[in-house]
């Protein structure tokens, strides 16, 4: 199984800060033939279910705001968001679809200060 | 607007059984690859199965193979999961969602409960 480790485990930063969550796979999750990286980003908030945010390693979802963006090819990626706004605390989780069994990491929390 | 509804839920003892149901509006369900998806008290997120359109091929995580059974009606618009032999590990709110290989629509949840 492909292991997906983030990091940090948590961050607090500061309104209108940039915030960076890292994420690491255990194997290259870049798909030669098409040049794609599987990886997704998911934003949780307490009590509700997980919301997509990003896919295809840098592809946002539709009604995902620009300051929010991802980077990275085959085994270590991140997540920026940028002018960080109260609604931005969350749980944010990582998530390769190279292969299955379909892997998260363990989440990093980011609160706002 | 696209929504996924699950239901079944509930306290079961150890070696129990539940079946977790899925229905799907706003969409065809018949047109997407579909899983379920769980998550632990205080734990990640963890893919349990998935299911082709037509039934074809599903697959499951290592730890529920054998005991749980991954199957649709498409004709109802519904997705299932049979739980049988549940664990005290199994312990969990099941979420049901829309299979890109990415997960793009996400049910509100429901939680199973294992314990005597």
């Known amino acids: 199984d492909i292991v997906v480790t983030q990091s940090p485990d948590s961050l607090a930063v500061s309104l209108g800060e940039r915030a960076t969550i890292n994420c690491k796979s255990s194997q290259s999750v870049l798909y030669s033939s098409n040049n794609k990286n599987y990886l997704a980003w998911y934003q949780q908030k307490p009590g509700q279910p997980p919301k997509l945010l990003i896919y295809w390693a840098s592809t946002r979802e539709s009604g995902v705001p620009d300051r929010i963006s991802g980077s990275g090819s085959g085994t270590d990626f991140a997540l920026t968001i940028s002018g960080l706004q109260a609604e931005d605390g969350a749980v944010y989780y990582c998530?390769?679809?190279?292969?299955?069994?379909?892997?998260f990491g363990q989440g990093t929390k980011l609160e706002i200060k | 607007e696209v929504q996924l509804g699950e239901s079944g839920g509930g306290l079961v003892q150890p070696g129990g059984s539940l079946r977790l149901s899925c229905v799907a509006s706003?969409?065809?369900?018949?047109?997407?690859?579909m899983s379920w998806v769980r998550q632990a008290p205080g734990k990640r997120l963890e893919w349990v199965a998935n299911i082709k359109q037509d039934e074809s091929e599903k697959y499951y995580v290592d730890s529920v193979k054998g005991r749980f059974t991954i199957s649709r009606d498409n004709a109802k618009n519904s997705l299932y999961l049979q739980m049988n032999n549940l664990r005290a590990e199994d312990t969990a709110v099941y979420y049901c969602v829309r299979d890109l290989a990415y997960f793009d629509c996400w049910g509100q949840g429901t939680p199973v409960t294992v314990s005597s």
């Open positions: 706003g969409f065809t369900l018949s047109s997407y690859w």
């Open positions: 998530q390769q679809y190279y292969t299955t069994p379909y892997t």
